[in-house]
């Protein structure tokens, strides 16, 4: 089946713009995950869905940020007045129901950001 | 606080010989997940290997193995008879095994092999 898909692929955005990111998990993946990757690093957990519900959104770095997955299965992040900082390759992955590290974590292409 | 180190910012083999990527890592749990992922420049992560802290054994897939090192908190990645394909970022990753959420990733280690 297919995987996980992350569009867009790349997105330039302004400084100050907003602008949302869409995550389509594996069909049937209760778990969904956002990271960010950023230029030289590994990636950095933002916020973990089981569900409709956001289980940890400890990574989210300010109030800026913001996820949703309001069916269970599309997710949206969502970054208002973005900042040059923003800029980083956003990654989202899946895993099937009960989340979890013993469960593997598939992961999507990403999105590029870059804020100019 | 749980951190992974990767010391080795670039690392580079010959076509068919065998490297080895160094990983530490700190945590206070005493179960835990260890993972290597590999990350190609279309940017997708790719699972490796896994390791669960409470066995023994090294984990193997194929070409890929494992010296999980508990005590010293090491957790090093042996690529044998190397590919050009192998080309790529490799990253470990910790995870614990009750926190259903996040992978914590070290800073990356860029495998070049050369024909």
């Known amino acids: 089946g297919a995987g996980v898909s992350q569009t867009p692929s790349n997105k330039v955005t302004e400084k100050g713009k907003y602008v949302e990111l869409r995550c389509d998990p594996i069909s049937g993946h209760t778990a969904l995950y956002w990271y960010r990757q950023s230029l030289g690093q590994g990636p950095e957990f933002l916020i973990y869905?089981?569900?409709?519900?956001?289980?940890?959104d400890s990574g989210l770095p300010n109030d800026r940020f913001f996820a949703v997955r309001p069916e269970g299965s599309v997710s949206t992040l969502k970054i208002q007045r973005t900042e040059r900082g923003d800029s980083a390759v956003y990654l989202c992955?899946?895993?099937?129901?009960?989340?979890?590290?013993?469960?593997?974590?598939?992961f999507g292409p990403g999105t590029r950001l870059t804020v100019t | 606080a749980q951190t992974v180190t990767q010391s080795q910012p670039e690392m580079s083999v010959q076509e068919a010989e065998t490297v080895t990527l160094s990983c530490t890592y700190d945590?206070?749990?005493?179960?835990?997940?260890l993972f290597w992922y590999k990350q190609p420049p279309s940017r997708q992560m790719i699972l490796v290997i896994r390791q669960e802290a409470y066995k023994q054994q090294n984990a193997t897939e194929n070409r890929f193995s494992v010296n999980f090192q508990k005590a010293a908190k090491s957790f090093s990645l042996k690529i044998s008879d190397s590919q050009l394909g192998d080309a790529a970022m490799y990253f470990c990753a910790l995870s614990p095994p009750y926190n259903t959420d996040k992978l914590i990733f070290g800073t990356g280690t860029r495998l070049q092999v050369f024909p």
């Open positions: 869905f089981q569900g409709t519900g956001a289980a940890d």
């Open positions: 992955a899946s895993s099937s129901i009960g989340g979890g590290p013993q469960y593997e974590q598939y």
């Open positions: 945590t206070s749990e005493s179960d835990y997940y």
